[in-house]
Structure formats: structure tokens, C-alpha cells
């Protein structure tokens, strides 16, 4: 049973340019975060997709969107790079029917990095 | 303002000793508290998951306590191991979604 995965594992950008990272979710899994981890910093919440919809978003700018797919994998776009955009991007899957102790899986994370 | 706020930052012990990382959260409502471990360039791996009416859960060499009056969480490692070496994370969930992320304490265990 595969786990969260994503990818590309590191990605090397220059500013102004655009990026998509890719996350395919746990097996049985519905719904899919995104979020930021700055170097020693905990991850901070981008958004959360359910069934093809952005249910929540963080404090993140427009430039930050995303998407979701029926088989309910997920993307992340990010326009317009900026240096401060340099970070592990992590993904998480958890499944909506699991209550308010569902716990998220998290992904290796891809490693981004904006010169 | 929600916040989840961690101690030490870094934390150095030698191999079989015991540590315990602290935690302090002021997030309001509380749905749940967790701690993650995450291995360097790998993602956040759950250790506990603890409700307002729960003092103390284990898993294996790991224990954690809540205190849901002080808003107070300690994670407890006996006889530490090597692989024990990484950032140890509290995490306060509000919701399903909204999970607030304290900076985590960086363990290194020595031989």
C-alpha cells in the first residue's frame, strides 16, 4: 500500500518563473493538504482540497493555487516566484470520514528552491 | 492569537538517556493535540494523537502528557536511541484542517 507520494523530490527555479509540485494521496484517502516549511520552521497551512474543491485556505497570497483531480491526486502552482518561496513543500492525505482525530499522512515533501 | 510554542529549540543527549520536550499552546477551540516526528528531508510522522480528556498516551519509547487546564504538552523518550535523532513537533488541531504547527525541538542523540 503505497503511502503519500510526491513529486519531484527537489526542483531549482529562478524568480518570476512558475512551478507545480504533484501529490498523490495515501490509498483510500479523499483529501489532500498542502503545506510550506520554511528551514527550522513547522509547516504552515496553504490549503486543503475535497472532492475537487478548495475547502480551506491559509494566509497565503493568490499566487498559491491548486488543484484536484477525480482520482483525487493534487496539484500546487505557484506563479511569479519569489526568493521567499523557498521551502519543503509538503503534502498530507487524510480521509473526511475520519472525525476530528483523523490523523494526516504526510509526503517526503519536494524541496524547492528559488535562486 | 493562535499559538503553539515549543522548547528546547535543540536538545542534545547521549544514546539511552531519557529526554522530554515541552510544548505550550494557546489555540482556542482545542480539538486535539499531536506530536510528529520528522526525519531530516522527510515528511512529519505521527507519534500521538491525545483529546482534551486524555492525560497521557503512549506509543512504544514515547509518552505524552496534556495538561488541557495549563495548555501544557510534554512528549517523554526513554532510553533513547540513535534513530531517535530528528524534529519532534506538537501540533494543536482546531479542526479537521486547521492544524497549528509549533517550530518543533531538534534532537540529537549521541553514541
Known amino acids: 500500500d503505497a503511502g503519500v507520494t510526491q513529486s519531484p523530490t527537489h526542483l531549482i527555479k529562478t524568480r518570476g518563473q512558475q512551478v507545480t509540485l504533484r501529490c498523490s494521496p495515501k490509498?483510500?484517502?479523499?483529501?489532500v493538504s498542502w503545506y510550506q516549511q520554511a528551514l527550522g520552521q513547522g509547516p504552515q497551512f496553504i490549503f486543503q482540497y475535497y472532492e475537487e474543491e478548495e475547502r480551506q485556505r491559509g494566509n497565503f497570497p493568490d499566487r498559491f493555487s491548486g488543484h484536484q483531480f477525480p482520482n483525487y491526486s493534487s496539484e500546487l502552482n505557484v506563479n511569479a516566484l519569489l526568493l521567499g518561496d523557498s521551502a519543503l513543500y509538503l503534502c498530507?492525505?487524510?480521509?473526511?470520514?475520519?472525525?476530528?482525530?483523523?490523523?494526516?499522512?504526510f509526503g517526503a515533501g519536494t524541496r524547492l528552491s528559488v535562486l | 492569537k493562535n499559538q503553539v510554542e515549543q522548547s528546547p529549540q535543540s536538545l542534545i543527549i547521549l544514546e539511552g538517556k531519557n529526554c522530554t520536550l515541552q510544548c505550550n499552546y494557546t489555540v482556542s477551540p482545542f480539538s486535539n493535540l499531536r506530536w510528529y516526528k520528522q526525519d531530516t528531508g522527510r515528511g512529519p510522522v505521527s507519534l500521538t494523537i491525545m483529546t482534551f480528556s486524555e492525560n497521557t498516551k503512549s506509543n512504544g519509547r514515547y509518552t505524552a502528557t496534556l495538561d488541557a487546564d495549563t495548555k501544557q504538552s510534554s512528549l517523554h523518550i526513554t532510553a533513547s536511541q540513535l534513530s531517535d535523532s530528528a524534529s519532534y513537533i506538537c501540533v494543536v488541531c482546531r479542526s479537521s484542517y486547521k492544524l497549528i504547527f509549533g517550530s518543533g525541538t531538534r534532537l540529537l542523540v549521541r553514541p
Open positions: 498530507a492525505s487524510s480521509l473526511s470520514a475520519g472525525g476530528l482525530q483523523n490523523i494526516q499522512y
Open positions: 490509498s483510500g484517502h479523499d483529501t
